[in-house]
């Protein structure tokens, strides 16, 4: 059987959330493949990223993403006479395929909260705010796979309930960095009252994370409090975070310390982490990458009471209402209790084990062999 994995969303510089999704899964299907006697390819538009793709896999010159060619990228690939396709994205064309064909919704967070990512030229923030306005343009897409693949449980229910697919929808999980379960090697962070007081934000300050109660519950924690947000930020939104916890303090015996990393290596992130306790004040999320990956380190979490991170973060995790600062603010106190923040520690070395890139390149693997013949 002839597989071709649409590698396109790999970067080259670090990776993102999909790009990491893409890469380990690449990664975890190929040996699977190789053994089964399949052939899988890998479609890449920039030639930096040969170096993500395993030995076995052949690599195949493709448009990038974003092209204009894309609704008519299933004519291009019959010429290539793959038995079945898989995008870890939606976005490709069916139009024409002669093949079979699994597509990937990872959240719909961007039909409530519209604003595109910053990263992206102006005309494709224009499309995806024009994608955005209604469900139609995803729902056609959607028509032409022969079934869905999603990120997490809660996706799933969304699409549903959004009646976005009336397919099979089969749920891959996103997991954390294989360094971080390697690292963590089984053993929860040991407590002392310093790593209490250091809390860490990882996470875009796009307007569904949050950020702005997680700065305002700041304001409410005593001064011995540090919190740090770990990733790049423009200075006009630093200026309005820091106004925000102005605003919100009420007193000059309150007020953690922020600090403002403006992008931290892997290896500082690994080490703030280690050294801290994670939150994410998110309204909505498709899974939670940065919640698994402090689990994975054994790293107590704080997150929002919604039901991704329940899925996610399991009984390892302190539940906070995210539009109200100051439960925010009383939860991450919580930590200073040694009992909890051992039991939270513990807990998350458990929960981190529900998720791996293996298991969910085996998973992927199944689904590819269940709809192959259909």
Request: aromatic letters at 10%.
């Amino acid at each position: 059987m002839h597989i071709i994995f649409d590698a396109r969303y790999i970067r080259t510089d670090h990776h993102d959330g999909i790009s990491r999704f893409s890469a380990e899964l690449l990664q975890g299907l190929a040996p699977l493949c190789s053994q089964a006697g399949d052939t899988l390819s890998a479609l890449i538009h920039d030639d930096g990223q040969r170096r993500f793709l395993p030995l076995n896999v052949q690599p195949i010159y493709f448009h990038p993403p974003t092209s204009p060619k894309e609704p008519l990228s299933a004519l291009l690939l019959n010429t290539y006479q793959p038995d079945i396709v898989f995008s870890p994205m939606q976005t490709i064309g069916s139009f024409g395929k002669k093949f079979k064909l699994i597509l990937t919704v990872h959240d719909l967070i961007y039909y409530t909260y519209p604003q595109p990512p910053r990263n992206l030229s102006w005309p494709v923030r224009a499309l995806w705010r024009l994608y955005h306005l209604s469900y139609w343009p995803q729902k056609q897409l959607l028509r032409g796979a022969n079934s869905l693949v999603v990120v997490s449980k809660e996706t799933a229910n969304q699409v549903r309930t959004a009646g976005l697919y009336a397919g099979e929808i089969d749920v891959v999980y996103n997991a954390a960095a294989p360094e971080m379960m390697q690292l963590g090697q089984g053993r929860p962070s040991a407590f002392t009252p310093e790593k209490a007081h250091h809390i860490i934000y990882m996470g875009s300050f796009m307007p569904y994370k949050n950020v702005e109660n997680i700065v305002r519950a700041a304001a409410f924690l005593p001064k011995h409090y540090t919190v740090h947000f770990l990733s790049r930020i423009r200075p006009a939104e630093k200026e309005r975070c820091e106004a925000i916890f102005r605003d919100a303090r009420g007193s000059d015996k309150l007020g953690a310390q922020l600090i403002f990393h403006n992008g931290v290596s892997d290896a500082d992130y690994i080490h703030l982490l280690r050294h801290g306790a994670l939150i994410s004040a998110s309204l909505t999320e498709g899974y939670g990458v940065p919640i698994a990956e402090a689990q994975a380190l054994g790293v107590p979490v704080l997150c929002s009471n919604i039901p991704i991170f329940k899925e996610v973060a399991g009984n390892a995790a302190l539940y906070f209402d995210p539009r109200l600062p100051a439960d925010i603010a009383a939860k991450i106190q919580m930590l200073e209790s040694e009992m909890v923040f051992k039991t939270l520690a513990s807990r998350s070395i458990m929960q981190s084990r529900r998720f791996s890139w293996s298991a969910s390149a085996k998973r992927l693997f199944t689904i590819i062999h269940e709809h192959s013949g259909r």
